[in-house]
Nanobody, 124 residues
Framework: QVQLVESGGGLVQAGGSLRLSCAAS????????MGWFRQAPGKEREFVAG????????YATDSVKGRFTISRDNANNTVYLQMNSLKPEDTAVYYC?????????????????WGQGTQVTVSS
């Protein structure tokens, strides 16, 4: 079992930055692929970024490439999402997720563990 707790959300003006953190506890965090998803009101949950267990490969959806960076610190059981140049359309609840697999996927249903989410609001 893996427990995930997100933090770092908040209200920021367009063009600003936030760093989200996801603290993991439980067994074998370092072998899990991790992902960040987001869900805006009235929309489906969508993949934002993912990172394999070693941190050697990272993935991001096209709309955030060049602005968001995912990283992980296995020694401290934490995954981060650095978000720069934020836009109003980035407003959503952001969720951290973990897979028992070592591989990243964009499919939300393939993730086995989820955090409670943290709200990110970007004002124009």
């Amino acid at each position: 079992q893996v427990q995930l707790v997100e933090s770092g959300g908040g209200l920021v003006q367009a063009g600003g930055s936030l760093r989200l953190s996801c603290a993991a506890s439980g067994r074998t965090f370092s072998s899990n692929a991790m992902g960040w998803f987001r869900q805006a009101p009235g929309k489906e949950r969508e993949f934002v970024a993912g990172i394999i267990w070693s941190g050697g490969s990272r993935y991001a959806t096209d709309s955030v490439k060049g602005r968001f960076t995912i990283s992980r610190d296995n020694a401290n059981n934490t995954v981060y999402l650095q978000m720069n140049s934020l836009k109003p359309e980035d407003t959503a609840v952001y969720y951290c997720a973990a897979r028992r697999s070592t591989l990243v996927t964009v499919i939300a249903a393939a993730y086995d563990y989820w955090g409670q989410g943290t709200q990110v609001t970007v004002s124009s």
